[in-house]
Each structure stands twice: as structure tokens, then as C-alpha cells.
């Protein structure tokens, strides 16, 4: 994306030399874009490269890209197409599915293979239940951000890359318009070293102000996960997760937050994650380094004080 | 405009999930339902774009859950009509399966814009947007936060990570996954959709096939208590006490 291969890119290269090994066979890495060869010579966690070179690929829209990726697969026949489950793999990968009659599964946490066959654990239900299914012998799989380490995937040589041809670009129904950038809000929060974040928990845009007293107490910013933000009650700029920012603060106090994918995508890599739910399951507590089964109503008013006195 | 918005309803997150005795499914003693969150957003796109542009919104939901609430609600909300797609889903209804379903229903009614939520929780088999795009034989974009049409076009604002947005058009008739509505999800009060109950109702079809494959679930679990976090247990003074004490040792409270 905007010039540079995203982490998933090495995330699922390493995935796909894990699993060529338990198959037998190759990674082959596949880029589609224009003018973008010299990225497909940084994939060099891949045996080959397949690089598609065309106008209508220069930026990503779902028809021009299926229609390449359908062509590809249809041609070399791979036992698993690995695609991040992100916004792009999200806009591929069930289309293709459908189109080519391969099963797909998605939100994949782990896949191995098993007497031959593809076999992938899915984290589902807001990351509360894992389901293990069976691929066949020959799937695709949307994989979640962070479940594999990208450096796995990063290779100090450079990629063996072969030039594939586009398919025909007549009568595209999608077109790239223009990228905009995210506005700057009021407060970076990719810049910030401490975050007091809140989920549903809050109940409702008037109680922010427990976290905000909190958060100026301790010298740091409020940001929120994704239903915050759509309910209007904070702006865009301060969302956490996949559709929002990641970050990387050395205090995220996770206040009424689940911890469903998405937003741990956002947050995992943080120094200090404290998190408060009234759920003793929330998949919260699987990254936090503390927890309290607790609520919030009573725990921020308190810390504050005690911060602040 | 026609503005045809599949929804579909999904267990309750807030309740405890429990697997049932096959260790293949969740135990459905215990489910509640309510409607997948992303499809009340693609409802109320979907009736923004009725006020802004005219014409007529349907609801069309499979007979899973609770759905004859989502149905009403959504026409106590403004939706003008809702069609529940009636057949055996005893086995529970994979995404794919849906899709195939909703196209025969949709293709059958004629429609400019098919909205629906871009995703579910339990999507295993990838999500529904796109799967009856491809059904349909229509062009599709996922991850929307944004609509507006002009004549034949539709432009999306597409969302990607770190805040970045793309600006993507759709020739129309066309299927859109909806991440969020450009304003929050309106409420219907209790009292209009009991109104409506009385005074609506809902159309059926039969589903034109109702044999899912389904996934060759091999089994279901609840994820290690990978419980990394240490709990900090007490009353509300000794939690503050010890956190305080926690963000006082990793130097993180201001001198």
C-alpha cells in the first residue's frame, strides 16, 4: 500500500514456507501493480515472485484485482492461496472463492497440514471461539494480522521474480478514484505514551469523562475502539484496530474492552497493557500483562484520584 | 432506487458461548440473537440514501434466530419492505450458502444497490457481501464507510488500515460490504416496533435450496485461558493501590 509491502505480506510468506514444508512444494509470492517490480525483489521469502505489471492495477480495486488473482490461480493450481484478512483480502477472497469453487476459511489464526489435507484453526465470535476445519486439499485462507511473526518471513536475498500477464481489463466495473489521508485529529495517538482506551463498556458518550480525567491525570490521551467511533462519540483519529490506527504506547489501558481481532490487531505490540471488564472471558485478558474483573465506574474515579493526589 | 439490504442474525456476544456436547457447534440451549451490528449500519445507510436519493429500501433476512424481531425493527426503522427467506436451517447456514439463497431472492425482486454488513462473527466461510456479488454476477466493494450515487455510479469511501480511505466508483447494480453508516445507527422505540407487529407484515419466500454443504467443522474450543494477563484481585482501594504501584515501578507516573 502508498509504496511499501505491509507486515502481513511477510507474516504470510513465512506462513507459506511453513506449510510448502509440510507439503512438499513451493511459496510463490504473487504482487499485482504498476510499476512496483522493485517490491516484488523484497519478497525474497518466497521461492518465486509472479509479478503483474498493469494500469489498472496500480492502485487496488476488487474487479481488476479478482480478475488477475482468478486467472493466476486457475493457471498454477497452488494447494493454498494465503491472503491477509484485511481490507483487501476481505474484498478478494470470498469472490474468488465463490468463482473458482475453492473452499475458503476465514479469520485463520493457524493452518497445518494433516493426512494431506489443509486443516485451519479460525478465531471466531469476537475472538471467544476457535474452529478447527477441515480445507481440503486445496483452500483458501484469509489470515489474521499478528498471528504469525513477520520477520519469519523476511529474507535477506532477493525474490526470484517471474513477470505474469494481466488477464483482458475490458469492462471494469471498479475504479480507483483517489486516496485520502487519514485527518490529523487533535491528538496523535500513534504518538502517544499513554493511552486510557475505552469500549463499550463506557455506556454511553457522557461517562467519557471518567477516562478523560484519568487520561489527563496521567499525562496521556483517550482513544477508543471501533464501536466508540461509530456511535459518534469520538472522532475518527481516535480509534485503535484494524480499521483505525495501530499503536504502540508504553501504557494502553484497556477500559470495558472485549479484545475481539480487530482491536488487538491495533494495540498487542504495547509495552504495558492493563486491561479492566466486568467479563472474566474477555479475550482482553489473553494479551494483557494485568487484569481486573471489575467496573470501570468505580476503578477510574479511584485511580485518578489516587494519580492525581 | 431499490436498495435491497440482506441481514441476518448472530448469537449474542455478551452472553456466555458455550460449545455443545459434539464439540462441533455452539450449544444452542443458551443462544440469544440479536441483529450481526454491521448490518444495522448497512440499514441505515441504506435509509440515508432512501431520504438523500428516493426510492425504496427491503429488508431481506434467512429464518435463523430471532429474525422476525430484525425484520420489524428495520421497518419500524423505515425500511418499506422485509421478506424472510423460510427453509429448513436446522444444520445452521454457512456464509456461502446464504449468499446462494439471498441471490435467487434478490435477483428475483430487481435491484440497484444491495447493502449488507461487510462482515459477522461467524463468518467462517468468509463474509456475505462479496460471496453474493459474485452470485449475482455484480460488482462489489467492501469496507465501505461511505455511499453517494450518481446516476448509474455509486462513489464508496473504502476503508484501509491506519485511517487511510480510498475513493473507489461502482457501476450500478452493485453489492457493498458496510463497515460503518455515516451516522450512527438510528432507534426505533420498543413502541413503534410493537406497533408495527400489529400493523405489518412480513413476506415469506421459500429458500431455493436449503441442502448447506457446510463446513467440515472438525471441532470448536474456547481459546487456551492463554490468560496471560496477571488478575489483580481485592476491593476497589487495593486495585488502585496496586496499580498505582505497577505504573509507578515501570516509571510511567509523572514525578
Known amino acids: 500500500m ?15 514456507r511453513a506449510l510448502a514444508g509440510a507439503l512438499g512444494s513451493k511459496v510463490v509470492g504473487v504482487l499485482l501493480g504498476h510499476g512496483a517490480r522493485d517490491l516484488a525483489g523484497q519478497m525474497g521469502g518466497a521461492d518465486t515472485v509472479l509479478y503483474v505489471d498493469h494500469p489498472a492495477l496500480a492502485q487496488f480495486t476488487p474487479d ?33 472463492s465463490a468463482g473458482l469453487g475453492l473452499p475458503l476459511l476465514a479469520y485463520c489464526s493457524d493452518i497445518q497440514v494433516s493426512g494431506g489435507r489443509l486443516v485451519a484453526t479460525s478465531k471466531l465470535y469476537g475472538g471467544k471461539v476457535m474452529v478447527e476445519a477441515d480445507g481440503g486439499e486445496s483452500c483458501l485462507a484469509t489470515w489474521l494480522t ?19 500477464a494481466a488477464p483482458s481489463m475490458d469492462g471494469l466495473r471498479t475504479r480507483f478514484v483517489n486516496l485520502i489521508q487519514p485527518e490529523a485529529g487533535d491528538v496523535d495517538i500513534t504518538r502517544e505514551d499513554i493511552l486510557v482506551s475505552v469500549g463499550r463498556g463506557i455506556g454511553g458518550q457522557e461517562n467519557l469523562e471518567i477516562a478523560e480525567d484519568l487520561a489527563k491525570a496521567l499525562g496521556g490521551a483517550l482513544s477508543a475502539s471501533r464501536p466508540i467511533i461509530d456511535n459518534g462519540w469520538l472522532p475518527k483519529a481516535r480509534q485503535v484496530g484494524k480499521s483505525g490506527m495501530t499503536v504502540k504506547p508504553k501504557l494502553y489501558l484497556a477500559c470495558g474492552i472485549s479484545g475481539a481481532p480487530e482491536h488487538l490487531e491495533g494495540m498487542r505490540d504495547a509495552d504495558l497493557i492493563i486491561a479492566i471488564n466486568t467479563d472474566p472471558g474477555a479475550p482482553i485478558f489473553d494479551v494483557a500483562d494485568y487484569g481486573v474483573v471489575g467496573d470501570i465506574f468505580d476503578i477510574l474515579p479511584a485511580l485518578t484520584e489516587k494519580v492525581a493526589g | 432506487m431499490r436498495i435491497v439490504v440482506p441481514v441476518k442474525q448472530v448469537p449474542d456476544l455478551v452472553e456466555e458461548l458455550e460449545i455443545d456436547a459434539d464439540g462441533k457447534a455452539l450449544n444452542r440451549d443458551w443462544l440469544k440473537f440479536k441483529m450481526n451490528e454491521f448490518d444495522e449500519h448497512a440499514l441505515e445507510e441504506a435509509l440515508l440514501l432512501k431520504e438523500e436519493y428516493g426510492g425504496e429500501v427491503v429488508v431481506v433476512g434467512l429464518d435463523t434466530g430471532e429474525v422476525d424481531d430484525t425484520l420489524f425493527t428495520a421497518l419500524a426503522k423505515g425500511a418499506d419492505r422485509a421478506v424472510k427467506i423460510v427453509g429448513d436451517f436446522e444444520a445452521g447456514v454457512t456464509s456461502h450458502g446464504a449468499a446462494k439463497m439471498m441471490a435467487e431472492a434478490i435477483r428475483g425482486m430487481g435491484y440497484d444497490l444491495v447493502l449488507t ?14 460471496l453474493l456479488a459474485a452470485y449475482l454476477g455484480a460488482p462489489h466493494v467492501s469496507v465501505v464507510s461511505g455511499v453517494a450515487v ?5 462513489r464508496v469511501r473504502k476503508e484501509y488500515a491506519g485511517g487511510v480511505v480510498a475513493e473507489i466508483d461502482v457501476d450500478l447494480p452493485a453489492v457493498l460490504g458496510v463497515q460503518a453508516a455515516q451516522q450512527p445507527p438510528r432507534y426505533a422505540p420498543v413502541s413503534r416496533v410493537r406497533q408495527i407487529m400489529k400493523t405489518a407484515s412480513l413476506e415469506e419466500m421459500d429458500a431455493a435450496e436449503t441442502a448447506d ?34 505504573l509507578n515501578d515501570k516509571g510511567l507516573l509523572k514525578g
Do not use: C, H, W
Not at chain 1, 2 to 8: H, P, S, T
Not at chain 2, 120 to 128: I, M, R, S, Y
Not at chain 2, 150 to 154: H, I, K, L, P, R
Open chain 1, 146 to 164: 499478528g498471528s504469525s511473526p513477520a520477520d519469519a518471513g523476511r529474507s535477506g536475498g532477493a525474490a526470484a521474480v517471474e513477470d505474469a
Open chain 1, 2 to 16: 502508498q509504496g511499501k509491502l505491509a507486515d502481513i505480506t511477510f507474516e504470510l510468506l513465512g506462513k507459506g
Open chain 2, 213 to 246: 454443504a457446510g463446513m467440515a467443522v472438525r471441532r470448536m474450543f474456547k481459546p487456551e485461558s492463554g490468560q496471560r494477563a496477571e488478575m489483580i484481585e481485592g476491593n476497589t482501594g487495593q486495585i488502585v493501590d496496586r496499580l498505582v504501584r505497577i
Open chain 1, 64 to 96: 481488476a484485482y479478482e480478475r488477475t488473482l482468478s486467472a493466476l490461480i486457475k493457471d498454477r493450481q497452488p494447494a493454498v492461496v494465503l491472503m491477509g484478512n484485511t481490507s483487501v483480502g476481505m474484498d478478494l477472497a470470498p469472490g474468488l
Open chain 2, 150 to 154: 450518481n446516476g448509474g455510479t455509486a
Open chain 2, 117 to 130: 454488513g461487510v462482515q459477522a462473527v461467524d463468518d467462517l466461510d468468509g463474509q456475505v457481501g462479496p
